[in-house]
């Protein structure tokens, strides 16, 4: 049970991660050229590469990985509800995206607080 605790926070932030990169996939259909793609697929994923840095980090801290990946969980519910309103369709596409992180979070959390209490 030990283990599974360890490497479930980081499982989900790789492949929390890879499914935002997903999203700058759709470069591709817009027949841009080779450079233009390139440069495109970097700007959308910029913020995929912030999360996979704080992920390599969080393999040792896991505070680290608690606080970055709750504040981009709560950071984005902000910004769309600050865009206006929506109905609940639309939850289902926020919590997409924020539950993982919110997740991913708390569950670093969890390993933190546990390995505080182990070494006291």
């Known amino acids: ?3 599974f605790r360890i ?3 980081r ?4 492949a929390f991660v890879i499914f935002l990169m997903i999203f700058s996939l759709d470069v ?6 080779a450079k233009e793609i390139a440069i495109g697929l970097l700007i959308h994923n910029l913020p995929a590469l912030f999360l996979l840095a704080i ?3 969080s393999w040792k801290n ?4 608690g606080v970055v990946f709750t504040l981009i969980a709560i950071a984005y519910i902000v910004m769309v ?8 369709n639309e939850w289902y596409s926020v919590l997409m995206i924020a539950g993982p992180s919110l997740l991913t979070g708390i569950l670093f959390f969890i390993n933190w607080r546990k390995r505080t209490e182990d070494s006291n």
């Open 55 to 57: 992920a390599i980090i």
């Open 7 to 9: 490497w479930l926070p």
């Open 81 to 88: 509800s600050m865009s206006g309103p929506f109905d609940s």
């Open 28 to 33: 591709f259909g817009t027949g841009a050229s």
């Open 11 to 14: 499982i989900l932030s790789i």
């Open 62 to 65: 896991e505070l680290v990985g």
């Open 1 to 3: 049970m030990k283990a």
